[in-house]
């Protein structure tokens, strides 16, 4: 089961986070900027030249620390199918270097164009009797929010393609209380009826770790809920954005985590793609500054999870 990987990954490193590769041109030195746009002119193609090259980069100095990498599909579908090209490249060069990837694309459909979303990301595309994989990633953030119609066709292609996804269930972001803490009939919020379904969808994609392959998206922002669902769903893995940037900690997170120090694995994006600039260093060293940032998250991390055992 694909999360298996990322757990086994996970110890082997003694490191329970993910590198958020969500790039802005705004983060990369000017330098890599001026290259790509000297070689392919100052447009889309430059720009997602630029990206690329800041991104291996990124994970020629990670790959050894951080378990996992999670680009965001819109930071690379804003600039076209030049950006989905990145992606594509980013994806292969992150699965080369031994990185999980997480894919995040949150998507939402039913019926076939699920199946088509999975197999984009996930799966295998067929063309004229011969299979054929689009983007590669290990893991798939989608919306669970029409229901299981949503979700089987994913789970379909993780058991046939050894795949895992992470599903929304109490996302980081300050309005998310306003649709996921209503309370339903009975008085349970939204968030704990998604995350009790993320358990019973992960009967599915049972793993040998005790973990399914069906995640829960749950933020580091709001730690007592966090503390909450960890208690409630036993075999459901988090993926827990909001740490750095969006204000959580390392206590914030902590709750995500089991007695083996296992559960979770803890989001950053701007922290460490935007190392450099926080250090005031030279624009040259951006890529060992995002390690630096990458090495200081995980001894925090740890400092208060302790070793993990499988």
Same mark, same amino acid.
């Given at each position: 089961?694909?999360?298996?990987?990322?757990? %086994?990954?996970?110890?082997?490193?003694?490191?329970? @986070?993910? +590198?958020?590769?969500?790039?802005?041109?705004?983060?990369?030195?000017?330098?890599?900027?001026?290259?790509?746009?000297?070689?392919?002119?100052?447009?889309?193609?430059?720009?997602?030249?630029?990206?690329?090259?800041?991104?291996?980069?990124?994970?020629?100095?990670? !790959?050894?620390?951080?378990?996992?990498?999670?680009?965001?599909?819109?930071?690379?579908?804003?600039?076209?199918?030049?950006?989905?090209?990145?992606?594509? %490249?980013?994806?292969?060069?992150? #699965?080369?270097?031994?990185?999980?990837?997480? @894919? $995040? =694309?949150?998507?939402?459909?039913? /019926?076939?164009?699920? %199946?088509?979303?999975?197999?984009?990301?996930?799966?295998?595309?067929?063309?004229?009797?011969?299979?054929?994989?689009?983007?590669?990633?290990?893991?798939?953030?989608?919306?669970?929010?029409? =229901?299981?119609?949503?979700?089987?066709?994913? &789970? $379909?292609?993780?058991?046939?393609?050894?795949?895992?996804?992470?599903?929304?269930?109490?996302?980081?972001?300050?309005?998310?209380?306003?649709?996921?803490?209503?309370?339903?009939?009975?008085?349970?919020?939204? !968030?704990? @009826?998604? =995350?009790?379904?993320?358990?019973?969808? =992960?009967?599915?994609?049972?793993?040998?770790?005790?973990?399914?392959?069906?995640?829960?998206?749950?933020?580091?922002? !709001?730690?007592?809920?966090?503390?909450?669902?960890?208690?409630?769903?036993?075999?459901?893995?988090?993926?827990?954005?909001?740490?750095?940037?969006?204000?959580?900690?390392? *206590?914030?997170?902590?709750?995500?985590?089991? *007695?083996?120090?296992? /559960?979770?694995?803890?989001?950053?994006?701007? /922290?460490?793609?935007?190392?450099?600039? #926080?250090?005031?260093?030279?624009?040259?060293?951006? +890529?060992? +500054?995002?390690?630096?940032?990458?090495?200081?998250?995980?001894?925090? &991390?740890?400092?208060?999870?302790?070793?993990?055992?499988?």
């Amino acid at each position: 089961m694909s999360l298996d990987r990322l757990i %086994e990954a996970i110890v082997q490193k003694q490191n329970p @986070t993910v +590198a958020g590769l969500d790039p802005k041109l705004s983060y990369i030195p000017e330098y890599l900027r001026e290259q790509a746009y000297q070689q392919h002119g100052k447009n889309l193609f430059g720009a997602a030249a630029a990206i690329l090259s800041y991104n291996k980069q990124l994970i020629d100095a990670l !790959y050894d620390v951080v378990p996992a990498i999670k680009p965001q599909c819109a930071y690379y579908e804003m600039y076209g199918w030049q950006g989905m090209k990145t992606l594509t %490249e980013t994806i292969a060069y992150a #699965k080369e270097k031994g990185m999980f990837v997480i @894919t $995040d =694309g949150k998507r939402n459909d039913i /019926g076939t164009t699920m %199946e088509a979303y999975a197999a984009a990301h996930l799966g295998e595309t067929d063309v004229e009797g011969q299979a054929f994989e689009a983007f590669g990633g290990d893991a798939l953030t989608v919306n669970g929010y029409l =229901g299981s119609d949503g979700i089987t066709p994913v &789970i $379909d292609v993780c058991n046939k393609q050894d795949k895992g996804m992470f599903v929304l269930v109490k996302t980081s972001n300050k309005s998310s209380g306003e649709i996921q803490n209503q309370e339903l009939t009975g008085g349970d919020t939204l !968030y704990y @009826t998604m =995350g009790m379904m993320c358990e019973r969808w =992960g009967e599915q994609l049972k793993g040998k770790y005790g973990y399914s392959g069906v995640g829960a998206v749950v933020g580091a922002t !709001y730690p007592a809920q966090l503390e909450e669902l960890r208690e409630c769903l036993p075999r459901t893995f988090f993926l827990v954005p909001g740490y750095g940037a969006q204000g959580g900690g390392a *206590k914030d997170v902590l709750p995500a985590f089991d *007695k083996n120090g296992l /559960g979770a694995v803890v989001n950053s994006s701007r /922290g460490i793609l935007c190392a450099w600039q #926080k250090e005031g260093c030279a624009p040259e060293d951006f +890529a060992q +500054a995002a390690r630096r940032e990458a090495i200081r998250m995980r001894d925090e &991390i740890m400092g208060l999870v302790g070793k993990i055992t499988l």
